[in-house]
């Protein structure tokens, strides 16, 4: 009879994990290469312009957060 210990089964071992971000990384520069300067500069600033507007929405629901708490 085998006993097993508590682990979960389904996480992933170092191998399989380095194996799994080697892959990735192997994608996105194959990806990279395909692509121009130029596009890759669109995508940059466009990126950024999107987390600029998620980061300003985050700094708004928290200081409506604080006034509320501040009512209370």
Excluded: G, W, Y
């Excluded at 399989?16 to 300067?37: G, H, I």
């Excluded at 596009?39 to 006034?67: G, M, N, P, W, Y």
């Amino acid at each position: 009879m085998v006993n097993k210990t508590d682990s979960n089964d389904h996480e992933p071992t170092d191998k399989k994990r380095r194996k799994s971000t080697s892959n990735t990384v192997a994608f996105k520069e194959q990806e990279a290469a395909k692509r121009s300067p130029e596009a890759v500069s669109k995508l940059f600033h466009a990126t950024c312009d999107e987390l600029r507007k998620l980061f300003d929405e985050i700094v708004t629901l928290k200081k409506e957060e604080v006034k509320i708490m501040n009512q209370k």
